[in-house]
């Protein structure tokens, strides 16, 4: 599993907190979703094999949420 902190900044509620975690849920080997409304950062661990950040960045573009930055998360 590898983890990836994506930056979106159109997280500003519960509602986007809703929409950003349900989509990337939704994706095959994506395990875990994590957003953080404060800092617009959604955490995200994943299976490689299945799935990859430029899917991620792709699905949450069509739902209006583009992600800015991809950062390392913080240990």
Do not use: F, N, W
């Amino acid at each position: 599993m590898r983890k990836v902190v994506l930056s979106v900044p159109g997280i500003s509620c519960e509602h986007c907190e809703h929409v950003v975690s349900g989509t990337l849920t939704s994706l095959p080997g994506v395990r875990s979703v994590k957003v953080d409304i404060p800092t617009a950062q959604v955490q995200v661990e994943y299976d490689e094999a299945k799935a990859d950040v430029e899917r991620m960045k792709q699905v949450l573009a069509d739902e209006e949420y583009p992600v800015q930055r991809v950062l390392e998360p913080q240990r």
